[in-house]
């Protein structure tokens, strides 16, 4: 008799601890799989591109601030692309390898999420994209279509910051020069892009979420200055938070094979962050 108190003990944690496993599993069922009630990298939303494949091989390195009045959030950014076909065609990884949020508690029970901030190190999603040169003309338009696959590779779904479940989407990009000096070295263009947008979801009964992906900018190049603004998003049919709208600005500075960029993202409707962003591209 004298260990019943050690076994009630025992028993009365092991208790707490199953209790705890099962409140966070069972708030796993309760999670909005759209873009308004998760991270800031949990959707990522299409980049609208020049029209142009990418001849180059590029690393880039950035480190991304999110901010908005729920959510804090800090994460560092990689990307390879390795072009081929003569320029006509390429592939690009891009790897978000670290996350760190904290959020409030009003944002934490908004998105059925578990903490307010995550007690390991954790790392994002990992996206595929293979793109292809459809048409190149200066006298009508540059035109390539992208094809890209997101892993669920992520970390902490049980806080909402990734969905560990997969997405894909394709897109179709035109671009054309409105304005371009003799030199080749000053120029205005203007782009657009259309394309199919699809996430799987933890609803039994609609397993995907469909979405229209559109976007629509211009850049400007001065010499080794290069200023680009756009506005790109997608539009989900069960409008509950699946319709994001994401304003860009990025300015570069190019010195040979070295680039700098700075970049200032602005959220909309179900998009919520602010995000600042610097970031260093070596070309090849």
Request: hydrophobic share 35%; glycine share 6%.
């Amino acid at each position: 008799m004298r260990y019943f108190p050690v076994l009630l003990f025992f028993l009365f944690s092991l208790s707490i601890l199953t209790a705890k496993a099962e409140s966070w599993r069972d708030k796993m069922a309760l999670l909005t799989y759209s873009p308004r009630y998760f991270g800031p990298s949990a959707f990522p939303i299409p980049e609208l591109r020049t029209g142009k494949a990418a001849t180059r091989y590029e690393v880039e390195l950035r480190g991304q601030y999110h901010s908005y009045t729920g959510d804090k959030t800090k994460d560092l950014f990689a990307r390879v692309l390795i072009p081929f076909v003569k320029g006509r065609a390429g592939v690009e990884v891009n790897c978000l390898i670290v996350e760190d949020y904290k959020t409030t508690p009003e944002t934490r029970d908004e998105r059925n999420a578990v903490d307010t901030e995550s007690p390991v190190s954790y790392n994002g999603d990992v996206v595929i994209c293979a793109f292809f040169q459809l048409l190149k003309s200066e006298k009508w338009v540059d035109a390539m279509i992208s094809l890209n696959l997101k892993t669920a590779s992520g970390g902490r779904v049980c806080d909402a910051r990734f969905t560990d479940a997969a997405a894909y989407w394709m897109d179709v990009t035109a671009g054309r020069d409105l304005l371009k000096n003799a030199r080749g070295d000053a120029s205005l263009r203007f782009q657009a892009m259309a394309g199919f947008y699809c996430w799987m979801t933890n609803n039994m009964i609609h397993r995907q979420n469909d979405a229209i992906s559109y976007g629509a900018g211009f850049t400007g190049i001065y010499r080794n200055i290069t200023l680009s603004t756009n506005l790109s998003g997608f539009y989900g049919y069960e409008n509950n938070g699946d319709r994001p709208l994401l304003w860009r600005n990025t300015l570069q500075y190019t010195y040979r094979k070295n680039t700098l960029s700075l970049r200032y993202n602005h959220g909309i409707k179900d998009y919520l962050y602010d995000t600042y962003s610097i970031a260093y591209i070596r070309y090849f």
